[in-house]
């Protein structure tokens, strides 16, 4: 018999896992795996606890929570050699990786897209010495995820992000960034933010990267350049649809190495996946098919 190892955010999603434990246990079961769980106890514990599962041979690492436990799972074992299958279940606030790959937020769900079976192969993207899923960014706008009071995003769910949002971009200032391929390099101005994107869903937008594919091996980046208030708004707008990018304030390019480099002497932040990464300088490369999960 195969063996789980699920490692859920007991307060993620109003505590709705804790709570569907018992239910989660007996579908893994029934599906021919021997499953045990772990609740995460605060900052690193999945991960720790990720590493623990590889080194214990399990053949399935599940990651209960929101995009902030599944980048932690993943930091736990993207170094790996045998890396076990990932399966997830969303419950989050956004769960922007979730939603990318189509498994929907439902415990009873997403339970069964892991019983099913069906994985797929994903790329993953490092960031120095951490991994990414979903998305690196950097900027003053990019702060707004970890600035969120976890009670207001249990409370209120994906308007938090944009209450935060209002409150901060009157005192919003650009930096100077450099962004250089391999080839070239590409942005060397005052920005508002960039980001690095492995999918095409961001924040609960859909299609701010448009052209992501999880398997092409390439990141795709966008670069929001200086710009005013009401411009910005107006990109907002348009990112709703993708049309974005054919703004002549928004850089869009994909690769698979990107170096970004402060030329400010203020400390600009790194986000992975809605989480404090460390600061600039980065360099960001593409791992093509690194990981596997389960999906729909």
């Known amino acids: ?3 789980a190892r699920l490692i859920y955010n007991p307060t993620s999603g109003r505590e709705n896992v804790r709570r569907r434990l018992a239910d989660i246990l007996e579908v893994l079961e029934t599906a021919g795996y021997e499953t045990s769980a772990h609740a ?11 590493e623990q599962a590889v080194r214990r041979g399990f053949d399935l690492v599940i990651a209960a929570g929101g995009d902030g436990t599944i980048y932690e ?8 050699k045998n890396r076990p299958a990932l399966g997830i279940i969303p419950c989050g606030t956004s769960n922007d990786f979730a939603r990318a790959v189509g498994i929907p937020k439902s415990v009873t769900r997403s ?19 951490r991994y990414f899923i979903n998305i690196a960014g950097g900027g003053s706008l990019t702060e707004l995820t970890y600035e969120v009071p976890i009670k207001m995003k249990t409370m209120i769910g994906q308007l938090a992000y944009y209450v935060k949002g209002i409150e901060k971009l009157p005192f919003i200032h650009p930096t100077h960034v450099r962004m250089e391929t391999r080839e070239r390099v590409v942005v060397d101005e005052e920005i508002m933010l960039f ?13 701010i990267a448009p052209k992501a594919d999880l398997t092409d091996g390439k990141l795709d980046c966008i670069v929001l350049k200086k ?32 170096k970004a480099t402060s030329l400010d002497a203020k400390t600009v932040q790194l986000n992975l996946d809605g989480e ?16 596997e999960v389960f999906v729909p």
């Open 1 to 3: 018999m195969k063996r």
């Open 111 to 129: 339970c069964e897209i892991i019983a099913s079976g069906k994985t797929k192969k994903i790329d993953l993207g490092k960031i120095n010495d």
């Open 40 to 50: 995460t106890r605060g900052e690193h514990d999945a991960s720790e606890e990720a």
């Open 227 to 258: 710009t005013s208030l009401p411009e910005f708004i107006r990109l907002a707008t348009m990112a709703l649809k993708g049309d974005h990018i054919k703004d002549p304030n928004v850089i869009y390019f994909q690769t698979n190495y990107v």
């Open 73 to 80: 799972v993943i930091n736990g074992i993207a170094e790996k």
């Open 195 to 207: 980001l690095i994107a492995n999918s095409h869903s961001v924040g609960g937008f859909n299609r």
């Open 276 to 291: 404090l990464g460390g600061q600039l300088p980065c360099e960001c490369i593409a791992l093509p098919g690194h990981l």
